[in-house]
């Protein structure tokens, strides 16, 4: 468990706390008694969050709200405070795409962030990756913006690896299967499945908001491909939500944001894309 230093503890007022790793959900954060201490990858994207969590009040839904340092900052040496609330993740995808719907209609009138529009450096960072997966899903061209990231001398021959090779195919099949959307887009929510959180009585709650810019649609189709990828969920799922604008295409382009993702981050294992093959036909069946 990584801790804040002492200096990030004394500046977020924090005297000698009995440091424990908070629960599940909260983004392999420390407990500072009734707060919880989280680093952050990329200092804008937290600050944003920490200013938008501050004021918003969606229907329904519990915010975590930032802690403030004594000074006013939300972000202390990479490091980032909020109240604690109890909830842990649970595998309850339309409960989670119903309380998404709310809150991205309170975020609605939000502006775009401009860290949005910002073109990455090299070498990619983290959250780099998921930026330009997510872009080259909508792009012309998809897979011209991953090429150069994809995990070239990964096999015994010196080429792709075997599951990377059928993702590349897979990934140009379904790309070809794109049409224009015209759905508005706004801010929201792209990690729900697992940044939702429940406890017994109590409202769903969000302790951390992930931002993209598209519709709320594709927030809860990105929903319905970890739930089909990683929690087993029921195939149903996908048709049951066919009543959202643009769904299967917004649905696709989720579904091309996480394989893209798995082609290109340097994590990524050859037993998920198994997963990723199940939840593409599933996919197929709703396009």
């Known amino acids: 468990m990584e801790k804040p230093s002492a200096q990030v ?3 977020f007022g924090l005297t000698n706390p009995k440091l424990d790793p908070a629960p599940r959900g909260w983004g392999g954060g420390v407990m500072a008694g009734p707060v919880v ?3 952050v990858p ?3 994207r937290a600050t944003w969050s920490a200013r938008i969590r501050d004021n918003l009040n969606p229907s329904g839904i519990r915010i975590a709200r930032p802690f403030r340092s004594h000074d006013g900052r939300v972000v202390v040496n990479d490091w980032r405070a909020d109240h604690y609330n109890p909830g842990q993740p649970q595998n309850r995808p339309d409960e989670i795409i119903a309380a998404s719907l709310r809150l991205h ?9 401009r860290f949005l529009a ?3 450096n090299e070498p990619w960072s983290e959250v780099d990756y998921f930026t330009m997966a997510d872009r080259a899903s909508c792009a012309d061209e998809p897979l011209s913006l991953l090429w150069d990231y994809l995990p070239i001398g990964t096999s015994q021959d010196g080429g792709f690896r075997k599951d990377i090779d059928e993702g590349i195919e897979l990934y140009r099949e379904l790309a070809e299967l794109r049409t224009p959307l015209t759905a508005p887009e706004q801010v929201v929510h792209g990690d729900l499945l697992f940044g939702t959180l429940f406890a017994p009585d109590e409202a769903p709650l969000i302790p951390d908001i992930v931002p993209y810019w598209h519709s709320p649609s594709w927030a809860a189709g990105v929903v319905v491909v970890d739930a089909l990828t990683w929690a087993g969920s029921d195939t149903g799922l996908a048709k049951r939500w066919r009543h959202l604008p643009e769904w299967p295409q917004q649905l696709l382009r ?3 944001f996480r394989l893209g993702l798995h ?3 340097r994590h990524s294992a050859p037993r998920n894309f198994e997963k990723l093959l199940h939840t593409s036909l599933v996919i197929r069946s709703v396009l």
């Open 118 to 120: 910002g073109s990455p």
């Open 254 to 256: 989720a579904f091309l």
């Open 37 to 39: 201490l989280t680093q």
């Open 9 to 11: 503890l004394a500046a």
């Open 105 to 113: 209609d309170a975020l609605k009138d939000e502006e775009k962030p």
């Open 42 to 44: 990329d200092r804008a």
């Open 263 to 265: 082609l290109v981050h």
